[in-house]
């Protein structure tokens, strides 16, 4: 956040017409909300003391400027995609290599081994994963719940007479997928599914309660 905050100082008085240096709007990019608010913060203290060494307007021309910049190159992401076809299956395997941090995947069924791959590269990579799966579920034909187990991924189930129904999962504690889609090779293939992607902040903030909801109630596989 240092280079950013440097970067738009240094660009004091000079408008940003020109194009911005793409190694900080990569920086911007990644950002997440509470880092956003903390960059617009540290930057209107920036435009505090330069509103005092300069001229005031020029000094809130800049902020605005800077925050027009955040919005530009700020992280967002809304898209609805349907099967059959390889759409969604793609998608998801494109999120998941592209996961930082954590992946939470809460999911009736998972029986592609191409997707339980991509969980499990996610692993493989330090990324901490969990996930939540029906008990009854895990015991379909091509079930892959207990290679993830195997591979030393965390996973529990709801041991329940009901079905745990979710096919929901959560990238970076800022990314949500969810819909009527089914981790199975029918489901991409035959089917009528669909799949939300959204980064929208308070989604993703009711997605990971419930999730952490359910991690507290299910039991360990």
């Keep these: 956040m240092d280079k950013i905050v440097n970067y738009l100082t240094d660009n004091f008085g000079r408008p940003f017409v020109n194009g911005t ?19 617009r913060y540290r930057l209107f203290n920036e435009a505090r ?80 994963v969990r996930v939540i799966t029906d008990d009854n579920k895990m015991y379909d034909q091509g079930s892959v719940i207990r290679d993830l187990k195997q591979a ?14 979710h096919k929901f999962g959560i990238i970076d504690s800022r990314i949500v997928f969810t819909g009527s889609f089914n981790w199975t090779y029918t489901a991409s293939n035959h089917n009528q599914e669909n799949l939300l992607i959204t980064t929208n902040f308070d989604i993703t903030r009711q997605y990971s309660g419930e999730f952490e909801s359910l991690w507290k109630q299910m039991f360990k596989l």
């Design 21 to 39: 240096d793409p190694d900080i709007t990569k920086r911007i990019n990644s950002l997440d909300r509470d880092q956003r608010s903390e960059l």
């Design 49 to 128: 003391k330069l509103e005092i060494a300069n001229d005031g307007q020029q000094a809130l021309f800049w902020l605005q400027n800077c925050f027009e910049l955040i919005d530009e190159y700020m992280f967002r992401m809304h898209r609805v995609l349907f099967s059959p076809g390889m759409d969604i299956l793609e998608s998801i395997s494109d999120l998941l290599k592209q996961t930082r941090s954590t992946l939470d995947i809460c999911i009736f069924t998972i029986t592609d081994q191409r997707l339980a791959e991509s969980i499990i590269d996610c692993h493989r990579r330090g990324i901490h």
């Design 152 to 165: 030393g991924i965390p996973v529990k189930i709801d041991q329940s007479r009901y079905h745990m129904h």
